[in-house]
């Protein structure tokens, strides 16, 4: 970006904008335009010095000059020229405009870096979700196959949490029958799924079955 020049001062002309706030004053909306054309050479030049760019300087001139035809009983002749008044109104508002760019950065950059932060957990919750119901569909198209006492035992072991002598007790059975049922059931169960006992989710459910087997309390 190249040099900027300093604001370009007019000289004083105390008579001319005392003559130029009354119109305003009195509504006189060409006295607008006049205000623009007398003072927007140092205005612009000042708003873009603060703030490094023409469209935003030129947006701040709008916005001070606009505030000088709504209020301009908030010169107050006391505090110095009329120029000098307008000129540090232009000032402030060109600071705020560079508050405002630099707060909704900060806002642009935290709402990347938390979108940043969250996608791939959320990606990979979805996954895991779509995946955990695949299996699941699998296990039930699997025990589908099985006999209905195989099935009955396995399920109240895998889905209920059922030991081997609660399922007996459950089902009426003898606790050498519920054993052979169940160990008959996860190997024709391990068939239909594949010997994924160590790999993936599906591994987790056979394994989770054959842990539930395994205890007779």
Do not use: N
């Not at 391990?190 to 599906?202: I, T, Y």
Request: aromatic share 6%; glycine share 8%.
């Amino acid at each position: 970006m190249g040099a900027v020049s300093p604001p370009v001062r007019r000289p004083e002309d105390p008579a001319a904008d005392a003559e130029l706030l009354r119109r305003i004053r009195a509504g006189d909306r060409t006295a607008v335009a006049d205000l623009y054309e007398r003072f927007r050479r140092p205005a612009f030049a000042l708003a873009r010095r603060i703030l490094a760019d023409e469209s935003l300087a030129e947006d701040v001139l709008q916005e001070a000059f606009l505030s000088v035809w709504r209020d301009p009983a908030a010169y107050d002749r006391a505090r110095g020229s009329f120029s000098s008044w307008l000129l540090a109104v232009v000032h402030h508002k060109a600071v705020d405009a560079v508050r405002r760019e630099e707060s909704q950065r900060r806002r642009q950059t935290l709402a990347e870096e938390e979108l940043a932060l969250h996608e791939p957990v959320a990606t990979r919750d979805v996954e895991e979700e779509a995946w955990t119901r695949v299996v699941a569909e699998q296990v039930r198209t699997a025990l589908g196959s099985l006999s209905q006492p195989q099935r009955e035992a396995l399920t109240l072991a895998y889905y209920g949490g059922y030991t081997q002598r609660e399922v007996a007790a459950l089902t009426g059975a003898p606790l050498g029958t519920v054993k052979t049922r169940m160990l008959v059931g996860m190997r024709r169960l391990k068939a239909a799924l594949g010997d994924a006992s160590g790999a993936g989710p599906a591994g987790g459910a056979l394994g989770r079955a054959s842990s539930v087997d395994g205890q007779t309390r």
